[in-house]
């Protein structure tokens, strides 16, 4: 842990929103301890990416294991900084106290969907989420007679934020697990089928022209400490 008198600036954060639980309760200990302001950003990966690419100023980037590489080979996250958080599945979700629809084989889902008053996603055009989704109403030929019912937000976070405010009935969520797991306004009503599922790791990396690259790693390190493998479990990660 690093505790500095100096004046130093805040540790900019660019992370997708499956990452945002874990990630505001390590920048909770992190700023306790080393006395470091964090300013962090959270978002479907798409367009968090496309901050990074555009140059704006980061110390520590979280996005897919995918997306990172890409990053490293561009020169934007360093080489050799990639830390693995753990691998996350889509799953459903309900307003808290509303009926629990039933999501445990591809018939079942399919007729809670159709049963829906509306359906709640990322935006498949920048979220990994998002294009799960899409690609799950396709292969179960429901996405034209549903398609007036979707409503999609920026990240599965604001999604499901929604869902918890919404006082309709029937409506159904869908997103990353570890964007439901964390909202107490919702349930879990499970994940989706093995057959539908596109399980997504997600990583964090240094930035390569990181303005605070000390404090930069020190925050990358604590998602190696046990107590954020826990964290990371408590979300919805699967480790490995």
Same mark, same amino acid.
């Given at each position: 842990?690093l505790?500095?008198?100096r004046?130093?600036?805040?540790?900019?954060?660019?992370?997708?929103?499956?990452?945002?639980?874990?990630?505001?309760?390590?920048?909770?200990?992190?700023k306790?301890?080393?006395?470091?302001?964090?300013?962090?950003?959270?978002?479907?990966?798409g367009?968090?990416?496309?901050?990074v690419?555009?140059g704006?100023p980061?110390?520590?980037?979280?996005l897919t294991?995918t997306?990172?590489d890409?990053l490293?080979?561009?020169? /934007?996250?360093q080489a050799?900084s990639?830390?693995d958080?753990?691998?996350?599945?889509t @799953?459903? !979700?309900?307003?808290?106290? #509303?009926?629990?629809?039933?999501?445990s084989?591809a018939?079942?889902?399919?007729?809670?969907i159709?049963?829906?008053?509306?359906?709640v996603?990322?935006d498949?055009?920048?979220a990994?989420?998002?294009k799960?989704?899409?690609?799950?109403?396709k292969?179960?030929?429901v996405l034209?007679?549903?398609?007036?019912?979707?409503?999609? /937000?920026?990240?599965?976070?604001a999604?499901?934020?929604?869902?918890?405010?919404?006082? @309709?009935? !029937?409506?159904?969520?869908? #997103?990353?697990v570890?964007?439901?797991?964390p909202?107490?306004?919702?349930?879990?009503?499970?994940?989706?089928?093995?057959?539908f599922?596109?399980?997504?790791?997600y990583?964090?990396?240094?930035a390569?022209k990181s303005?605070?690259a000390?404090?930069?790693?020190?925050?990358?390190?604590?998602?190696?400490?046990p107590s954020?493998?826990?964290?990371?479990?408590?979300?919805?990660?699967?480790?490995?």
């Amino acid at each position: 842990m690093l505790f500095w008198s100096r004046v130093v600036a805040p540790l900019r954060i660019l992370s997708a929103g499956a990452a945002q639980a874990v990630t505001e309760r390590v920048i909770e200990a992190f700023k306790r301890d080393t006395g470091c302001d964090v300013t962090a950003e959270f978002g479907a990966v798409g367009a968090m990416k496309a901050k990074v690419t555009a140059g704006a100023p980061v110390d520590v980037i979280i996005l897919t294991n995918t997306m990172i590489d890409e990053l490293i080979s561009a020169g /934007f996250v360093q080489a050799g900084s990639r830390l693995d958080l753990g691998k996350v599945g889509t @799953g459903v !979700a309900v307003r808290a106290g #509303t009926p629990m629809p039933h999501v445990s084989n591809a018939d079942m889902l399919e007729a809670s969907i159709r049963g829906s008053s509306r359906i709640v996603c990322p935006d498949p055009a920048i979220a990994t989420a998002g294009k799960i989704v899409l690609s799950l109403l396709k292969k179960l030929q429901v996405l034209e007679d549903v398609r007036n019912r979707l409503q999609f /937000f920026p990240n599965g976070y604001a999604a499901m934020n929604w869902l918890a405010r919404s006082d @309709g009935t !029937a409506e159904i969520g869908m #997103t990353q697990v570890t964007e439901i797991l964390p909202n107490k306004g919702v349930a879990f009503a499970g994940p989706l089928p093995d057959e539908f599922q596109m399980k997504t790791v997600y990583s964090v990396g240094l930035a390569g022209k990181s303005a605070e690259a000390q404090f930069a790693k020190d925050f990358v390190d604590r998602f190696k400490a046990p107590s954020a493998t826990l964290l990371l479990a408590a979300a919805g990660y699967e480790l490995n």
